[in-house]
């Protein structure tokens, strides 16, 4: 059974929204932090946006300042991603990690030594 489990991805237009959702096997309180990265095509994953679970501190990329927002519902287990004003440069796969230590500044900074990652949501924005 896969410990985190992505959906919502899609194809949008620009200016679209979407919102991604990230199933979590088991109780958030698990993890430190839990983030999302975007894969463009041709590059590597580099960090979205990142929630701590002790006080709900938030971390976002440059790019996504403004736009999106990364929230939680702990009694569902649920950590969620809401894209707004999309652009063609977020397309690509987006993964949901988790890290049992790190804080979401560490997290969110690299794609190394997570405790888990989902298997990824394609997000396509063209016109």
């Known amino acids: 059974q896969e410990d985190l489990v992505e959906s919502g991805g899609g194809l949008v237009q620009p200016g679209g929204s979407l919102r991604l959702s990230c199933a979590v096997n088991?109780?958030?309180?698990?993890?430190?932090?839990i983030g999302w990265f975007h894969q463009a095509p041709g590059r590597g994953r580099e960090g979205v946006a990142c929630?701590?679970?002790?006080?709900?501190?938030?971390v976002y990329a440059d790019s996504a300042k403004g736009r999106f927002a990364i929230t939680r519902d702990d009694a569902r287990n649920l950590v969620f991603l809401q894209m707004n004003d999309l652009k063609p440069e977020d397309t690509g796969v987006y993964y949901c990690?988790?890290?049992?230590?790190?804080?979401?500044?560490?997290?969110?900074?690299?794609?190394?030594?997570?405790?888990?990652w989902g298997q990824g949501t394609q997000v396509t924005v063209t016109s």
């Open positions: 990690t988790a890290d049992r230590i790190s804080p979401p500044e560490a997290m969110c900074s690299t794609d190394h030594d997570h405790d888990s």
């Open positions: 088991g109780p958030l309180s698990h993890y430190e932090s």
């Open positions: 929630i701590s679970h002790a006080d709900g501190g938030t």
